[in-house]
């Protein structure tokens, strides 16, 4: 039996189910009974590759090893963008043992999985327990039955076979642009319930500004066996102070479905919104002859409206949406991120002035909605429908049942604004992508679907013209200035964008820059762009190969490119008094496994961070306009080296959110300028400066009234000038008894560094150590693109080794690193 769960451990219980016809689930508040819950987090071993359960899998010691792993685990940790092979597509296995002890009376034992890529099987001993098909929403399999029929109840053999293998009948498509993980990539548990529980419990508020919000509390049981006779049913709401603001006691006998169990007030609501994210609380409490089953979720008061060709409303007020998007991947974890880690992303994110987030492209762990709920983030989570046709009735009922789980999972979050339909469904070459018809019919019954399960919210999709008519909130593409066009059609585009749709918003727009690449005068790219001929992203565009020029084929890729780009976008943006607001894509670079050729390989590199969360320069121009807390950021901290000729003047970036600042060289004021909405670039926050050869300081303080803040940056200023690149040098720059980060930079004959160059090297190692690589960061790649002519890579080490550098038609570089114990 298969089940999945809106909420358990933190929240409200939910189940759907993955598979027709509809199964059913229970929850069991940790809070309250933590006996009857067990994360299962250790003691498990894992094996990559395909065998027989019925045998092979608690006798294959001969055969195989296993490897002691903890949950949560991905099986493409490593090898999510490694340079030289795709990620392993294919069976994992994962097994361990458990003891038994549900402590209800003919209470049911179930095994929760909040997550596992792509479709799963769980095993207890050789009976196949369930299975589910879906990478992303959480499921349930009642084990009860099966563990029955094991000998040993303290031993129970338990395996669990995740694949990630290619399917065309399952969602998403294999040939999406990014890497469709495997594993157990979120938390297990292990969960008793009594054998009359709660399946699911939601909370439905219907609210205008200046009246009382009208809350309805529904239920579902779960009770596979036949129930009878009346049980109790106790329900509390807790105000965001923490008192107690409603109570109802009620008397049921057993029923079917989702009914109403209580109907009410709040005369004075507290709401719902970014700047105060106020969030209550449901309690309600089962108690039957079985046992006590009870379950909690937290809800929120909020009000929204989207103005037909104009602005977004929340709670009454115009509210732009400034917004970002994110994979559930990072550098070492992948899909398996860790709850801190994922704590910090979004504390970055809040950080950049971020009140809006899509979840790209499937639904997301219950930890990114609850974070969302308490920083107040809106949010658009749409199911996994990514560049294909329907490509078969299964593959549409699929979809249909995904709809329908993470609607039934994620609707009590106050967070969520829309339910994505789907994303870029008129891909070229898609399985079925050509039929306009059946796509626009499917659309409309996910549409629909969503509308009757939850009416208070609208629909959405982005990239498919031919059929935007269809979902509630539609999002062309533009990506002026990156995959078409220059940006400084934005306006324009955005303009033509409001009028062909009632209800528009721009998701996706950016540019990928390499970490660490900067450019001392503008890309020489842009003198080739053509213009007056769209901002879309067609085809294949985002190919490094083929196609008319183009910013995303031919350009530079520099942080300074993406932030002039963030710049003239975001102050188009705020002008804009219609403007419902945009998505730019994408917080956090990820990988994917149709970018092979890319500066870092695998890698979509568009991120305002890296794979591991290490901010770019974009990030604070992102500050400077949707932050009050007084910051002030010196354009290229991670830019060693300046250059030029001795007496040029040079651009120096400043983004603050100050209403002025002034700037010192070397311990020398050269004057305050104030900020200037739509002076461009850095809203007038720019100043061209000759810099002295060797090292350079600058320091910049922003004033506020009576609030300041501050930044400084040292950097060399190189006037000597090179020829082609003719030699790689390696050096250490950071060392440690067990690990040492060393650079490589390229120099030309005479050994002036050339610091314009994006050449492209290769890292490897031998003796007693390892490079730390396939980390999907510039220097965290054992194959890269140069940053203004250096690259580095950091390595463990337990003895002697010899790190080299190679490039195409360059002598190597050798660095021999001695034992320092």
């Not at 009974?33 to 987090?41: D, K, V």
């Not at 209800?104 to 369930?130: D, F, K, M, W």
């Not at 709850?339 to 970055?348: N, Q, T």
């Amino acid at each position: 039996m298969t089940i999945t769960r809106r909420s358990f451990l933190a929240g409200a219980a939910c189940l759907g189910v993955m598979k027709t016809p509809l199964l059913a689930s229970a929850l069991q508040d940790t809070h309250s009974q933590p006996s009857t819950a067990q994360r299962l987090t250790d003691g498990w071993e894992f094996y990559r590759g395909p065998l027989d359960p019925k045998f092979q899998v608690w006798h294959s010691e001969e055969l195989v090893t296993w490897q002691k792993v903890a949950l949560p685990h991905c099986f493409n940790a490593y090898d999510g963008c490694d340079p030289d092979t795709p990620a392993y597509r294919g069976q994992g296995w994962y097994r361990r043992k458990l003891a038994i002890d549900n402590p209800y009376p003919q209470g049911r034992t179930l095994l929760h999985v909040e997550g596992a890529g792509q479709s799963s099987a769980v095993y207890i001993g050789t009976e196949r327990a369930g299975e589910h098909v879906g990478g992303y929403d959480e499921f349930m399999v009642d084990i009860t039955d099966a563990c029955g029929r094991q000998k040993d109840s303290k031993a129970v053999p338990i395996a669990i076979l995740c694949d990630n293998g290619r399917d065309l009948d399952r969602m998403p498509s294999d040939l999406s642009d990014f890497t469709l993980y495997g594993g157990l990539y979120r938390n297990v548990s292990l969960v008793y319930v009594p054998a009359l529980s709660l399946e699911a419990v939601h909370t439905a508020v219907a609210f205008e500004p200046g009246k009382a919000a009208q809350v309805t509390v529904t239920a579902r049981l779960y009770a596979p066996q036949p129930v009878s006779g009346t049980f109790d049913i106790k329900l509390a709401i807790v105000d965001p102070a923490g008192k107690t603001v409603h109570q109802q006691s009620l008397q049921r006998t057993s029923w079917n479905g989702e009914v109403e169990l209580a109907s009410f007030e709040l005369p004075s609501p507290q709401v719902w919104a970014p700047e105060t994210p106020n969030l209550y609380r449901c309690d309600v409490t089962l108690q039957s002859p079985s046992g006590t089953a009870s379950a909690s979720h937290r809800f929120g008061v909020r009000h929204t409206r989207f103005e037909e060709h104009g602005p977004f409303y929340l709670n009454g007020e115009r509210l732009l949406l400034r917004g970002t998007q994110r994979h559930e991947d990072h550098a070492g974890y992948a899909a398996a991120t860790p709850e801190s880690v994922l704590r910090k992303e979004f504390e970055l994110i809040k950080g950049m002035g971020a009140n809006f987030i899509r979840l790209a492209h499937y639904q997301q762990s219950r930890l990114v909605l609850e974070l969302c709920d308490e920083l107040g983030i809106l949010v658009w989570e749409e199911v996994p429908w990514c560049r294909s046709g329907i490509t078969s009735p299964l593959f549409r009922q699929r979809g249909l049942d995904l709809m329908r789980i993470m609607i039934d999972q994620h609707r009590n979050h106050p967070s969520v604004l829309l339910w994505g339909l789907g994303n870029e469904d008129d891909w070229p070459s898609e399985p079925g992508g050509e039929d306009h018809a059946q796509i626009r019919a499917y659309m409309t019954e996910l549409r629909d679907l969503a509308h009757k399960q939850d009416p208070s919210r609208l629909t959405s999709f982005r990239r498919c013209d031919f059929a935007k008519d269809i979902p509630d909130v539609y999002s062309p593409s533009i990506w002026a200035g990156w995959y078409s066009g220059s940006y400084v059609e934005y306006r324009e585009a955005l303009e033509k964008a409001r009028t062909a749709t009632p209800f528009f918003f721009h998701a996706e727009w950016g540019a990928d820059s390499h970490a660490g690449r900067h450019a001392e005068d503008p890309d020489p790219m842009l003198a080739h762009i053509l213009t007056g001929r769209g901002t879309a992203e067609k085809g294949f565009d985002y190919k490094l190969t083929g196609g008319a020029p183009r910013m995303s084929r031919d350009g530079e890729w520099s942080e300074t490119y993406a932030c002039d780009l963030f710049d003239w976008y975001l102050q188009t943006q705020e002008s804009l008094p219609w403007l419902t607001g945009t998505a730019q894509w994408v917080f956090k670079d990820f990988t994917t496994p149709l970018r092979v050729d890319n500066p870092v390989p695998r890698v979509n590199q568009k991120g305002v961070t890296t794979r591991d969360l290490t901010p770019k320069e974009g990030y604070y121009v992102f500050q400077s306009y949707w932050t009050k807390e007084p910051m002030v950021r010196i354009y290229g901290h991670n830019w060693p080296v300046r250059w030029g000729k001795a007496g040029q003047q040079r651009m120096v970036r400043i983004y603050s959110n100050c209403a002025e600042v002034e700037l010192w060289l070397n311990g020398k004021s050269v004057g305050v300028k104030k900020r200037t909405a739509g002076d461009f670039p850095c809203s007038g926050l720019s100043w061209d400066l000759s810099f002295r050869e060797g090292e350079n300081e600058l320091r910049a303080v922003g004033k506020s009234g009576s609030s300041q803040a501050s930044d400084s940056v040292r950097f060399q200023y190189q006037t000597a000038t090179w020829s082609k690149p003719a030699k790689l040098t390696l050096r250490t720059v950071q060392s440690a008894p067990d690990h040492v980060t060393i650079e490589a930079r390229m120099l030309d004959a005479t050994g002036v560094p050339c610091l314009d160059s994006r050449t492209v090297v290769r890292f490897s190692l031998a003796g007693n150590g390892a490079l730390i690589d396939n980390l999907g960061t510039p220097n965290g790649s054992r194959v890269v693109q140069l940053y203004n002519g250096r690259a580095e890579i950091s390595l463990r080490r337990t003895g002697p080794v010899v790190a080299s550098v190679h490039a195409e038609g360059i002598e190597s570089a050798f660095l021999t690193l001695e034992n320092t114990h």
